[in-house]
């Protein structure tokens, strides 16, 4: 009964469909073993992953691959020691600061970095498709965080993805933000520095 109310909510997607789409970004660098909490309190044991490009939980059950397809009806989500809740109707993990919370929606998108000709020369040729191949080229990707964050200061929780929305949130402090930001040279791509910017934050 458990495992039919889990596949209500879980649906099919063949594996050599997924690798022939080859536009992924995994949050882990393998399946982990973890639990996906349900509301009604049910759990599915499983080895999953989390694609931070296309913001979907992929889990394998046996041998077969599925995509988790409604989020609301889960609670939570366990893997790797890290914990994952469902927010503002995404998927985020709980990260605990010493002096707050935040929530993290990992997203990452590949950024273009040009192609490598002939002569291993990089150029800045546009490309049409994630890691084609040719006679003489071969595309050159990097990835890039484009998370989304949750906190809260006092009774009223943010949201924020970039440096000017913490400015614009807290115009009291902005000058203070851009100091600390500046000196540090930090910036919200690189979510450690995101961090130390609410750190900061919070510190004020």
Sequence with gaps: ?????????????PLACLQAQQRFLFLFPDFE??????INRSVADVRLNFDALGQTVYYYDG?????LTNLNMVSRLEADGRTFVVHDDLLCEVIEREKGRVLVNWRFKNVNTGSVGALGATTQSKVEALHSR???????????N???????????EYRVKRLKD????????AAALKAFAKENELTMTNTDDAF??????WSL
């Design 33 to 38: 073993e973890g639990h996906i909490h349900f």
């Design 146 to 156: 484009d998370n989304t964050y949750f906190f809260t200061v006092g009774d009223r």
């Design 1 to 13: 009964m458990k495992r039919l109310f889990l596949l209500l909510f879980l649906s099919l997607l």
């Design 63 to 67: 041998d077969v691959l599925m995509e």
């Design 134 to 144: 040719s006679e003489h080229s071969q595309e050159m990707w990097k990835k890039k």
């Design 196 to 201: 130390r910017m609410f750190d900061y934050l």
């Design 166 to 173: 913490l400015y614009k949130a807290f115009p009291q402090h």
